[in-house]
Nanobody
Framework: QVPLVESGGGLVQAGGSLRLSCAAS????????MGWFRQIPGKQRERVAL???????TYAAAVKGRFTISRDNSKNTIDLQMNSLKPEDTAVYYC????????WGQGTQVTVSS
């Protein structure tokens, strides 16, 4: 199990931007498809974006065109650039393997005010 540490969340006005970062320990963050997920209290965790080991991204329809996932295998980090944020993006954001096979970290809170 690989510890995952998310950071970069905060409070931002609608239309603003945030950049989240996930630090993964061990080699799995370098050789495995990874993803960002989010959870609103009372709702199921949902997938936001995935990135393959080779760097190919896929996005949920709700964030496509606004969010960009990237990875730096030399640093073992997975970032999520979030632009044009909306109040409905408010959630706790987590990173994990694409198959959600690692232990969940604490996540990072993103709050978008209208």
């Amino acid at each position: 199990q690989v510890p995952l540490v998310e950071s970069g969340g905060g409070l931002v006005q609608a239309g603003g931007s945030l950049r989240l970062s996930c630090a993964a320990s061990g080699s799995i963050g370098r050789v495995t498809a990874m993803g960002w997920f989010r959870q609103i209290p009372g709702k199921q965790r949902e997938r936001v974006a995935l990135i393959s080991a080779g760097g190919t991204p896929t996005y949920a329809a709700a964030v496509k065109g606004r969010f960009t996932i990237s990875r730096d295998n030399s640093k073992n980090t997975i970032d999520l650039q979030m632009n044009s944020l909306k109040p409905e993006d408010t959630a706790v954001y987590y990173c994990n393997t694409a198959l959600q096979s690692a232990s969940w970290g604490q996540g990072t809170q993103v709050t978008v005010s209208s």
